[in-house]
């Protein structure tokens, strides 16, 4: 069994492992590696700092997915968040990422998050309709944005906003 939890500094090891592992699928990420240990160290720790969610789930003290929210920095972009996540391989299809989504989300509501963003590769439908039913809509398309193993992938734009009443006053598109 697994549990869901906020990341902290002992588990950057593992969440590094983790990453690189989903990574070297060349299937999901935009690389085909982790960063390196230092720039994964300095990411963790900023998402501590600041109050960005970042949760893993870990069993047997293993990190075995990882999800985090990562607000924008722009002056008028500061409502907006980029969702970022992963499951290791011989956990997928088990509930971990719905689980880390639910966690991850709450966290990112209570912090203010408007808006949350995130791109996914055209080729997973089973990440994009987990999306659609925790409420991210596709917004756009990045025609043939990926060349996996030399074969062209659309990358599929959706993003999730809380609802109208909890935005504040003002026009409306």
């Not at 002992?10 to 060349?26: K, N, Q, T, Y």
């Not at 929210?69 to 011989?90: D, F, N, S």
């Not at 917004?139 to 504040?168: C, F, N, Q, T, Y």
Request: glycine content about 8%; charged content about 25%.
């Amino acid at each position: 069994m697994y549990r869901v939890r906020a990341i902290t500094e002992a588990d950057i090891p593992g969440f590094w492992d983790a990453l690189d592992a989903v990574a070297r699928e060349s299937a999901f990420l935009r690389s085909n590696q982790a960063p390196p240990v230092e720039a994964v160290t300095k990411f963790v720790l900023s998402n501590i700092e600041t109050g960005n969610p970042q949760m893993v789930a870990v069993t047997d003290d293993r990190v075995v997915g990882w999800c985090d929210i990562v607000r924008a920095t722009g002056a008028h972009e500061r409502h907006v968040g980029e969702l970022g996540m992963g499951v290791v391989p011989e956990w997928r299809a088990r509930g971990v990422g719905k689980a880390l989504l639910t966690e991850t989300i709450a966290a990112a509501d209570r912090r203010d998050f408007l808006r949350i963003e995130l791109s996914v590769h055209s080729d997973n439908p089973k990440a994009t309709a987990l999306y659609r039913k925790f409420g991210f809509l596709e917004e756009g398309r990045k025609v043939r944005a990926r060349l996996k193993s030399g074969v062209p992938v659309d990358v599929i734009l959706m993003a999730r906003l809380v609802p109208d009443e909890l935005w504040p006053p003002g026009p409306r598109p």
